[in-house]
């Protein structure tokens, strides 16, 4: 049963490119939540998806974008990068099965996005 | 607003010893989950133990377990016998009904042979 995975493993892009980062839940689950963890801090919640639909989003502006496919996997897209925007990008998945608090996400590896 | 705060960036231990990562956390909604996870060097969160906030008891998971004091609001991780495979970082995280985890900043542990 393989866990969540994510695409790639590491990404070098400059200021003012495109990014796009790939996660794949884990098997029986159908949400998908990203979180960015700049270096030294706590991951902070972008956007979670759920039935193809963005449900919940962060504090992040609008350059943060995302997508659900139909197999529940999802995609993280950034466009215009900063400086800033350097950090570990987390997926994590979860089941709809689940309404209350106790939902455990279930993460995975990581993508490390450094912009030069 | 929901907050996690840690307060300790760095803790050293010595191996086979007990030790306490403090997490309080401030909520106005009275149904709530906080977990713990690890986060080695690799970078993936690796979940440790979970607390309801209707929990009566303090959850325990091997050499994890919780101190929930409800009223001071506080969530604190201990580790009993401390190995060198526990030198990691440490967040604390909060969720309610159908949210977001919400982290605090962290905790390094380092265990000492």
């Known amino acids: 049963d393989a866990g969540v995975t994510q695409s790639p493993t590491h990404l070098i892009k400059t200021r003012g490119q495109q990014v796009t980062l790939r996660c794949s839940p884990k098997s029986g689950h159908d949400t998908v939540s990203w979180y960015q963890q700049a270096l030294g801090q706590g991951p902070q919640f972008i956007f979670q998806?759920?039935?193809?639909?963005?449900?919940q989003r962060g504090n992040f502006p609008d350059r943060f974008s995302g997508h659900q496919f139909p197999n529940y996997s999802s995609e993280l897209n950034v466009n215009a990068l900063l400086l800033g925007d350097s950090a570990l990008y987390l997926c994590?998945?979860?089941?709809?099965?689940?309404?209350?608090?106790?939902?455990?996400?279930?993460f995975g590896p990581g993508t490390r996005l450094t912009v030069l | 607003a929901q907050k996690i705060t840690q307060t300790q960036p760095g803790m050293f231990v010595q191996e086979k010893e007990a030790v306490t990562l403090d997490c309080t956390y401030d909520t106005s909604d009275p149904s709530y989950g906080l977990f713990w996870y690890k986060q080695p060097s690799s970078g993936e969160m690796i979940f440790l133990i979970y607390q309801g906030s209707y929990d009566q008891q303090n959850a325990t998971e091997g050499r994890y377990s919780l101190n929930f004091q409800k009223a001071r609001k506080s969530a604190n991780l201990v580790i009993s016998a401390s190995q060198l495979g526990d030198s990691a970082m440490y967040f604390c995280a909060m969720r309610e009904v159908g949210g977001k985890l919400i982290f605090g900043q962290g905790t390094e542990l380092s265990v000492k042979p």
């Open positions: 994590a998945s979860g089941s709809s099965l689940f309404r209350g608090p106790y939902n455990e996400q279930f």
């Open positions: 998806y759920y039935e193809e639909e963005e449900r």
